[in-house]
């Protein structure tokens, strides 16, 4: 079965630093989404895509987070100058189509900022 | 607003036993998606089930089964004969015609053997 790929797998990054999550979301999807979860708690929306741009985002997802498709595979969460409350797992999910599709998601990047 | 309550924080049954895992939700949209989904310890989240507002009829697939109730609103899981390969946080969620899914705080399930 085809699964999205998320890399790396764990990151650790310094308070103040910008890190990029990256993933690869299976390759006939068109809908792309980041979620996070912090430790033992839920899985929270951070911003789908779709069509080369933003088409919703949460509070969570403020002006210190960006999305991006660089080229025709990947899909990219860059987090410009993290903080402590940063520190979570990422999850990647896509779909083939809107609404009426499940998500298939990646196996998340643990990112920890010390 | 669209929201998702797990109200089950932690569950443990024995092997072999039946158990339930609640989930209720609200929304005001008449057409909406109901999710399950299993993280097990590994930490990755698998799919188990879609459910859109207009078929109430409840499914079966192996030893899982779910009961969709829109009187109630309510999407409850019940797992038959528990495994210890049960043992995961189960997520209840809800997506409500735009493109992100609500997810709710998660059960913690823990099938002793």
């Known amino acids: 079965e085809p699964e999205v790929t998320q890399t790396p797998s764990h990151q650790v990054t310094q308070m103040g630093q910008e890190v990029i999550l990256r993933c690869v979301p299976i390759?006939?999807?068109?809908?792309f989404y980041w979620y996070r979860q912090i430790l033992g708690q839920k899985v929270e929306f951070l911003v789908s895509?779709?069509?080369?741009?933003?088409?919703?985002k949460s509070e969570i997802f403020d002006d210190q987070f960006s999305v991006e498709r660089p080229d025709g595979s990947n899909f990219t969460l860059k987090i410009r100058s993290t903080k402590l409350e940063d520190s979570a797992m990422y999850f990647c999910?896509?779909?083939?189509?809107?609404?009426?599709?499940?998500?298939?998601f990646g196996s998340g990047t643990q990112l920890s900022v010390l | 607003a669209q929201k998702v309550t797990q109200a089950q924080t932690e569950i443990s049954v024995v092997e072999k036993e039946d158990v339930t895992l609640d989930c209720v939700y609200e929304?005001?949209?008449?057409?909406?998606?109901l999710f399950w989904y299993k993280q097990p310890p590994s930490g990755e989240l698998v799919f188990l089930i879609r459910?859109?507002?207009?078929?109430?009829q409840n499914e079966i697939s192996g030893r899982y089964s779910w009961n969709f109730q829109k009187s109630t609103s309510s999407f409850n899981f019940t797992i038959t004969a528990s495994q210890v390969v049960d043992s995961a946080v189960y997520f209840c969620?809800?997506?409500?015609?735009?493109?992100?899914?609500?997810f709710g705080k998660g059960t913690r399930l823990h099938i002793l053997p």
């Open positions: 459910r859109n507002s207009f078929d109430e």
């Open positions: 390759s006939n999807h068109l809908y």
């Open positions: 969620a809800l997506r409500v015609g735009d493109d992100k899914i609500i």
């Open positions: 999910a896509s779909s083939e189509w809107l609404a009426d599709e499940k998500l298939f």
């Open positions: 929304t005001r949209d008449t057409t909406y998606y």
């Open positions: 895509f779709y069509n080369n741009e933003i088409s919703e």
